[in-house]
């Protein structure tokens, strides 16, 4: 079937506002007689609060309202799955993000003084950093409920006979770090106070509504009359997903009735945002001596930090991803989600996949190594087809493209010629190597969540079409995808769709820009809405071109004969619509297909749609400093029919380096409940210097399910290149990684401790 | 309070401000100005998203009190295109599919627009490290570096035409 928009790279419908600066993201908005705020952070990670000042604060010139817990009018907490942080802290804190008090003000500087005035008495209590140490008996409770947030436990066939089977066991202990998100804007916005008593909150967001609904119960308003609109968001790869800043905002504008900014600095956002799960993940591995996977048994420690948020569905995901795209018939599968008093972990591009695919795609290439058998035949020979039942134990009905994406990726150039490319390296104490990984990820919210869509469909009088879906975007381009797919839906000219994202009033509820979701979930919502739309349009065209419904068809700039020269434009339909008392508005509803029921041990598994997703690094590691640069990455995405396919080699190039970061650089690192590295001198992210030379290859599997075929593309794209990456290292090196980030240092040192310096390998004083 | 008065142009306009003397070029492009195109992202010179151009030299909008614009040209994201007719680079970017999220945006394009005004073909390279100090999460770089070519050599291009 050929299409006229869906499958081409079409421009970004946004990307003219953007390169003109003409954009205005809600960091950028600001109305007359706006106030600034300040939040009073906590000053420790953990302690009871025994009492808060605010005098001083409100007798500083300028300041119009300070607030603290007695002025949350309605509950005071929130959070996606449990709400159990505090939007103002009362006798507690858990960690240095939480907010104990609000100050509104003339001037930033102003409210930054008066925040600085707050004095706080605490009583310190012992602080929690290691999820293990947690588990102890005896150590302090942070919530009511202890410190395990969720255990999972699952388990298919008989693990240790399993293992009796195996030719060979392999056993490591992984670590992995709190990456950050490090979206270029920091979380913020403006929020009004409406006439008719209602707040409109201005904030980039990844899901509007539920912003809307957590505000609403915070300040215990009808959630009618809380407006939220996120778009355009500067970044948010899951970071955004939670409220941040949101609920604060609304507070001060329902008391000062004014309009109010609230802009968290670098280091605040540091300080008070989301960040990746660090976890230490546990993997002892059976295999065949023919390469047959046989046992799998993973151990996860998941640091969640002080609050729930999605920590929870995160560390679930570990658990459905650990043993990565392949059949293993006996598998023990544990997660332990663990509080403590460090910064919150919640959402992140990959959720929970990124952590256990690291550590199973080095288990993989560890037994590669030790089978003697080439790596990419050793993942092709365990890799799921559809049909197949999943280590969890769930038949894998929909389009699995684990075997197309690692086919295509043993074609690649880089692949072919990877001796060859190994040997070019530029100077002799350099040393280069080749790694693969393979990875899936499950799109949508999972069984027993409410995962829905819905599509707002409305022909204007003028001729155009308004499409209201309010999945925000945040930079991946869905808004140019539902252009895409409306256009060639209501078989119209893209020039006549004006799209609608991340705006309760002007979109229908879709749910979240996350879990790979707003793509599928958008364009299955505008497949169901079109055709009652275009139906009416059919009958309003029939009388006014005076031709039966059948023998007309659709023309990019209206409806005509199918026989005659006969034709109606848009507007002139519209017009004869509203003369017949015809709605020109549609709204559709869409529910994501879900399995009957969750895996037992295992809340919100299984997924039932998967993207794929291999990748393969060719590294060059300095053995006189253990720095590695990357040089090149192929990406071998099968995300079902590509809808814009230029909107997905964006998506896989930046998603390569963000991986590459994981692998690296990337850590927020934290002694004692405190951050240490809190600004981009000290978080080193890629700049275009390390960036590698990047391939995509695109592999097409259609997902029956799809609209028109389509899967989610956003996370796993960014998943398998970490362990690509660190395979890569030991190729080149012959030094195997098991703690990531691996900076140079860390490198060095292992170079060192294995006697692989150039001048025969001491350990330097560091 | 002490204040400072300081004149310089904005995008082809002449500006007048009278500020507290520690204010930042970026604060009176944002905050008094109201021009938006220039974004903030640390507020310490260390992601890029605030580069300006100074007298067609690349600078950090949040590293430059505003009395260092005194008499000179400053140019933003916003005077970068002539009436309806962008940029290459403003082309460039949009064709190539260089921008996501846009927040590294204005910035970006005013690093490469200081390299190319000074090397019109620049090499893969060359263009690497005159955005190493703009920070890109979503793009990876790769498509940017793409753009930067080519309005490099559409810009050559009009020059040899003219």
Redesign the interface.
């Known amino acids: 079937m050929s299409f006229r928009y869906v499958g081409k790279?079409i421009?970004?419908v946004?990307?003219?506002e953007?390169?003109?600066?003409?954009?205005?993201?809600m960091?950028?908005l600001?109305f007359p007689g706006m106030l600034w705020a300040k939040v009073k952070r906590s000053d420790y990670p953990h302690a009871l609060i025994k009492g808060i000042d605010v005098s001083k604060a409100r007798t500083w010139p300028g300041v119009v309202a300070v607030l603290t817990w007695p002025d949350v009018p309605g509950y005071n907490g929130f959070g996606i799955v449990v709400p159990d942080q505090p939007v103002l802290c009362r006798d507690r804190v858990r960690f240095l993000g939480d907010a104990i008090a609000l100050v509104a003000a003339q001037t930033e500087e102003a409210a930054t003084k008066a925040a600085e005035l707050i004095t706080v008495e605490y009583e310190p209590l012992p602080v929690l950093e290691d999820p293990r140490a947690a588990l102890k008996p005896g150590a302090v409770q942070i919530h009511a409920g202890g410190n395990t947030h969720q255990h999972n436990l699952v388990t298919q066939g008989d693990v240790e006979k399993g293992f009796g089977e195996a030719d060979l066991i392999i056993e490591n202990y992984y670590v992995t770090p709190r990456q950050m998100?490090?979206?270029?804007?920091?979380e913020g916005g403006v929020a009004t106070a409406d006439p008719d008593g209602g707040i409109t909150v201005y904030a980039g967001s990844q899901h509007s509504y539920r912003d809307q609904l957590q505000i609403a119960r915070a300040l215990d308003l009808n959630p009618r009359l809380i407006r939220v609109v996120s778009n355009?968001?500067?970044?948010?790869?899951g970071g955004k997903d939670e409220i941040v800043v949101q609920i604060h905002l609304a507070l001060l504008a329902h008391h000062t009735r004014r309009p109010v900014k609230l802009w968290l600095?670098?280091e605040e956002s540091v300080r008070a945002g989301i960040k990746r799960h660090r976890e230490f993940l546990y993997y002892r591995t059976g295999v065949k001596k023919d390469g047959i996977l046989v046992a799998n048994e993973v151990k996860i420690f998941a640091d969640t930090g002080a609050y729930a948020t999605l920590g929870g569905p995160v560390v679930s995901l570990s658990v459905g991803h650990a043993c990565g795209p392949y059949r293993i018939p006996h598998v023990r599968l544990e997660s332990f989600c663990v509080y403590t008093n460090n910064g919150i972990s919640g959402a992140f591009r990959g959720f929970g996949v990124n952590q256990v695919t690291f550590a199973m795609e080095t288990q993989m290439d560890i037994l590669a190594h030790q089978l003697g058998m080439d790596p990419l035949e050793l993942r092709l020979k365990n890799a799921l087809r559809q049909g197949d039942l999943n280590p969890l134990g769930f038949r894998m009905d929909t389009s699995v493209g684990a075997i197309p994406s690692l086919t295509a990726v043993g074609g690649s150039e880089l692949w072919k010629n990877r001796w060859a490319k190994k040997a070019e390296a530029t100077l002799p104490w350099k040393r280069r190597g080749v790694g693969i990984a393979t990875a899936l990820q499950g799109n949508g919210l999972g069984a027993g969540r409410p995962d829905y869509g819905g599509a707002l469909l409305r022909l204007l009088p003028g001729g155009t079409y308004e499409v209201g879906i309010s999945c925000p975007e945040?930079?991946?381009?869905n808004t140019t995808a539902y252009a895409q797919m409306a256009a060639e839906t209501l078989e119209c000219s893209i020039e006549r769709i004006r799209v609608y994202t991340g705006d309760t009033r002007k979109a229908v509820d879709s749910g979240s820009t996350s879990a790979s979701r707003s793509v599928y979930t958008g364009g299955n919502s505008i497949l169901a809405g079109a055709p009652t739309l275009k139906e009416r349009l059919r009958k309003a065209a029939a009388g006014l071109l005076g031709l039966p419904e059948d023998d007309l068809e659709f023309f990019p700039e209206g409806l005509r004969g199918k026989s005659t020269s006969r034709s109606a434009t848009l507007e002139e339909v519209a017009r004869e619509m509203d003369r017949l008392g015809l709605s020109r508005e549609v709204k559709s509803t869409f529910l994501w297909p879900a399995a009957e029921r969750e895996i037992e041990g295992a809340p919100g598994l299984p997924e039932i749609i998967y993207a794929y997703n291999t990748q393969i690094a060719l590294v060059e590691v300095d053995t006189l400093t253990g720095q590695t640069r990357v040089l090149e990455v192929v990406s071998v995405p099968e995300t079902g029919r590509v809808i814009n396919p230029?909107?997905l080699?964006?998506q896989a190039?930046?998603?390569?380096?963000?991986g590459m970061g994981y692998a690296l650089m990337e850590d927020i690192i934290m002694e004692g409940g405190y951050y240490k590295n809190t600004?981009?001198?000290t978080y080193i992210?890629p700049?275009?210097?390390d960036?590698p030379?990047?391939v995509t290859v695109m592999v097409e599997e259609s997902e029956a399910t799809g609209p028109f075929g389509a899967k989610g593309v956003g996370e796993v794209v960014c998943v398998p290149v970490t362990p690509a990456i660190t395979n890569a290292i030991y190729d080149a090196v012959g030094v195997r990684v098991t703690k990531i980030p691996v900076t140079a240092e860390e490198a060095y040192r292992a170079l060192a401790d294995n006697s692989l310096l150039p001048h025969g390998g001491t350990t330097p004083h560091v | 309070m002490n204040l400072v008065e300081v004149e310089f142009t904005l995008n082809g306009e002449r500006q007048k401000v009278i500020v507290p003397p520690r204010t930042t070029l970026l604060e009176v492009i944002r905050e008094h100005l109201g021009l938006t195109g220039t974004k903030k992202g640390c507020g310490k010179g260390e992601c890029g998203a605030c580069t300006v151009l100074l007298d067609g030299e690349a600078v950090l909008a949040c590293l430059t009190l505003i009395s260092q614009a005194e008499g000179h040209a400053v140019t933003t994201i916003e005077g970068l295109a002539k009436g309806e007719q962008l940029d290459p680079l403003q082309e460039a970017f949009i064709e190539e599919g260089a921008i996501q999220c846009g927040y590294c945006t204005p910035g970006m394009i005013l690093s490469a627009k200081a390299l190319l005004r000074k090397n019109p073909s620049p090499t893969q390279e060359e263009i690497k490290t005159a955005i190493a100090g703009n920070l890109c999460r979503c793009t990876g770089y790769v498509k940017i570096i793409k753009a930067v070519q080519k309005a490099g050599r559409r810009s050559a291009e009009v020059a040899a035409h003219d």
Request: charge should be neutral.
């Open positions: 790279p421009p970004r946004d990307a003219r953007k390169a003109t600066g003409a954009a205005r993201y960091t950028d600001a998100h490090a979206f270029l804007e920091t355009p968001t500067g970044g948010g790869f600095s670098r945040i930079g991946q381009g230029q909107g080699e964006g190039d930046g998603g390569a380096v963000m600004n981009f001198s992210l700049t275009a210097l960036a030379g990047h």
